[in-house]
T-cell receptor, first 115, second 112 residues
């Protein structure tokens, strides 16, 4: 149990376009999901906290108008990178916090390359 | 602000060695600490979670200890194997929302 999926696993897009990444908890409900970004050979940095039915909370330095987060259901959160630029190229990983549990379960990540 | 540090940043050992990975954190007011494994280009796999009331957790060849008062945790890997090669990350939650702060990771290479 406690499987989190992400789609797509990798995407290449042109500068200026928008890309949507989905994060799903497959076998449990998650009132809270988190979005992290990881640059090569670096650790994960929290971007935002996604709460079902309410607005996301963004970390300092993360532009909320550029990284749109929607947590429409207890099993799905989406991250849309708007007007992507090459510097947005990164590995985006989501995690889901199962309600009532301590652990976070991580998705397999999405590799975004902006050309 | 919580800061998490992992030492060493990289480690290369021959197969069969026992090894210790270190994790330190600045704010000891944590309620758990989690160790993860990340293979290149992949997501994170949770290895062990230690509650603040616990001193250690074991899973197979892995043993993680936690000393809150000194702000330290160690991950002990017994009889290392080439398949253990990966980056190992420790993380602690911060804030009321259970967000995680990660250490920089230890890149482990186990040579056959």
């Amino acid at each position: 149990g406690a499987v989190v999926s992400q789609h797509p696993s990798w995407v290449i897009c042109k500068s200026g376009t928008s890309v949507k990444i989905e994060c799903r908890s497959l076998d449990f409900q998650a009132t809270t999901m988190f979005w992290y970004r990881q640059f090569p050979k670096q650790s994960l940095m929290l971007m935002a906290t996604s709460n079902e039915g309410s607005k996301a909370t963004y970390e300092q330095g993360v532009e909320k108008d550029k990284f749109l987060i929607n947590h429409a259901s207890l099993t799905l959160s989406t991250l849309t990178v708007t007007s992507a630029h090459p510097e947005d190229s990164s590995f985006y990983i989501c995690s889901a916090h199962r309600t009532g549990a301590y652990e976070q379960y991580f998705g397999p990540g999405t590799r975004l390359t902006v050309t | 602000k919580q800061e998490v540090t992992q030492i060493p940043a990289a480690l290369s050992v021959p197969e069969g060695e026992n090894l210790v990975l270190n994790c330190s954190f600045t704010d000891s007011a944590i309620y758990n600490l989690q160790w993860f494994r990340q293979d290149p280009g992949k997501g994170l796999t949770s290895l062990l979670l230690i509650q603040s009331s616990q001193r250690e957790q074991t899973s197979g060849r892995l043993n993680a200890s936690l000393d809150k008062s000194s702000g330290r945790s160690t991950l002990y890997i017994a009889a290392s194997q080439p398949g253990d090669s990966a980056t190992y990350l420790c993380a602690v939650p911060f804030g009321a929302g259970n967000m995680l702060t990660f250490g920089g990771g230890t890149r482990l290479m186990v040579k056959p």
